[in-house]
């Protein structure tokens, strides 16, 4: 079954990038992590950015239909002014 795991910012509704494996994706969330909040990508696109923040989640789709089927949906990092919050582990570890 091909899957492809998409990093989301719920917030805003927003794809940050698609990758092949949860790992890449994870890795990439991991880099995104220690970037500053005010700066991209983690910079949100609304007025009130300064007070506004980024909830990131990663997505796992079945991608053999279009469209694409969602399989797994995992929160797993906020940013905002405070800093970098994770709210979970490596997701979908069985």
Do not use: K
């Not at 494996?21 to 969330?29: K, P, V």
């Not at 002014?81 to 979908?92: I, K, Q, R, Y």
């Amino acid at each position: 079954m091909p899957t492809r795991f998409v990093i989301e910012d719920v917030d805003h509704a927003e794809w940050l990038s698609e990758h092949d494996s949860l790992a890449d994706a994870w890795l990439e969330l991991q880099r995104v992590s220690l970037l500053p909040w005010d700066s991209e990508p983690n910079r949100p696109p609304c007025l009130s950015w300064r007070t506004c923040g980024r909830s990131y989640e990663i997505i796992e789709f079945e991608t053999s239909s279009d469209p694409w089927t969602q399989i797994r949906r995992t929160a797993v990092l906020s940013i905002t002014a405070a800093g970098p919050a994770w709210t979970s582990e490596m997701p979908f570890v069985d």
